[in-house]
C-alpha cells in the first residue's frame, strides 16, 4: 500500500525532517513488481530506500519511495574452502555479520558495526579496516526497475572500486538489490595491520586471535570515534579518503610533514580525508545543529534539528577550505538527494 506524504526523519540516519511525496516498503520481489506496476512507479520519480544510512536528503522527495526490506539468512552452498551465504537486501548489516562470526564464518570481522543494510554493501563496496566487500562478494539478484527482470551480478559484473560499484555508475537507479550472496571462510585469514587494531586486541588482553576478537576489537574502535546514529544524526563518513600521484604526495609531505597517507598498488597515494579537514581546523566545529564531530572530522553531524541543506551547505565549505590549503579535492561519500 502507497501512502502519501510521508516524514522521512525515521528512514534516513541523519534524522532530517524531509517528507515524500509518495512511500511503500516490499518485503519480497512480488510486493516489489506489484508497486512497480502502480502508475506512479513511471510517471515520478523513483528511489529505492535500505537503511538510509548513507543518504542526506537536501529537500523533500516529490516522488515515491521504496523501502527495501527483503530478509532472510540462508547457506547456498559450500566447497573445500568457502561457505556460500546469501542474506536478503534489507537485512541489517551488522545483525548479518553478527550471524556469519556465530557460525564461525571469516572475511567479514573487520567490517562490525557498519550502519546500513545488506543491500547497500555492494553498491558502496563498503570497506573498513583494510577489507572489502568485493574481498568477500559472491553475486548478487537485483530486480531491473523497468523491465522487471531478475539480473544475476557476480564479482567482475559489479566493476567494485573505492566506495564504487556500477550501481553508482552506469546502472544508478535503474535495479533494486534483492539479495546478496557472500563467500566465506572455513579457515580465517586474520587481518590486523589497518588503524589501531592490534592495540586494541592488546588492550583487550586477546592472546588468541580470532574472528571473535578482531570483530569486538573493530567495535570498540568504532565505538569510540565514531557518533551513534541513534544518539546524533550522522551517516558516518561524509567523505572519501583522496588519492594523489606521487608528486602530489611528495609536494604535501614537504609542505605539510605531518601529512596522514597510504601507499597504493598502483603507484598512487591515498590521503586520509579526517586528518585534512582537521588540520583546516573543522574538528569540533558547529553552526546551529549542524556540526563536524568532535571525535572524528570526516564525520557530519545533526545536533538536532539541521537541515539536509545546511549539512550540505557545511560539507561544501569542508570541500571548499580543504581544496584552498591542500590543492586536494574530497568527494562526498554520502548520496545527496
Known sequence: MISENVLLQPYNTFGIAATARYFADFSGTEALKALLHDTRSSTLPLMILGGGSNILFTQDYNGLIL???IKGIEITGEDEEFIYVKAGAGENWHGFVRHCISLNLAGLENLSLIPGNVGASPMQNI?????EIKDTFHQLEALHLKDHSVVTFNNPDCKFGYRESVFKKEYKDQFAILNVTYKLCKQPSFNTSYGAINQ?????HVTELSIQAISQAV???RQSK???PAKIGNAGSFFKNPTVDLAKYESLRASFPGVVAYPLENGRYKLAAGWLIEECGWKGFRNGDA???ASQALVLVNY???TGHEIYQLSQDVLDSVQEKFGV????EVNIV
Open 304 to 306: 538536532g534539528n539541521a
Open 291 to 293: 556540526g563536524v564531530h
Open 226 to 228: 565514531l557518533p551513534d
Open 329 to 332: 579535492a574530497l568527494e562526498r
Open 219 to 221: 567495535i570498540n574502535i
Open 200 to 204: 586494541e586486541l592488546e588492550r583487550m
Open 67 to 69: 523501502k527495501n526490506n
Open 127 to 131: 570497506g573498513a579496516y583494510g577489507m
